[in-house]
């Protein structure tokens, strides 16, 4: 799996970051918070079962989605 990776999974932002021991960390946006949390649970969803509504963006994409979504 290349890394970083960005998506959206149903509507929620999942981004998958290197982690400087050589594994992974699984963030999901938080709707409250409207921050990032860890939630390795997409990554099953995601990764492992590739079931669900994903769609991969580029780090860019991802992040100006996120900014809508923090302003509403």
């Known amino acids: 799996m290349k890394l970083p ?3 959206i999974v149903g509507e929620c932002p999942v981004k998958i ?3 400087e021991s050589g594994g ?3 963030l999901a946006f ?3 918070s409207k921050n990032f949390v860890p939630d390795d649970g ?3 969803k995601k990764v492992m079962t ?3 509504d994903i ?3 580029t780090e860019d994409e991802f992040e100006a989605y996120v900014a809508t979504l923090r302003r509403a």
Do not use: C, K
């Open 5 to 7: 990776s960005y998506s």
């Open 17 to 19: 970051l290197p982690t």
């Open 24 to 26: 992974m960390e699984v």
């Open 30 to 32: 938080d709707w409250e």
């Open 42 to 44: 997409y990554f099953l």
């Open 50 to 52: 590739g079931h669900g």
């Open 55 to 57: 769609e991969y963006l």
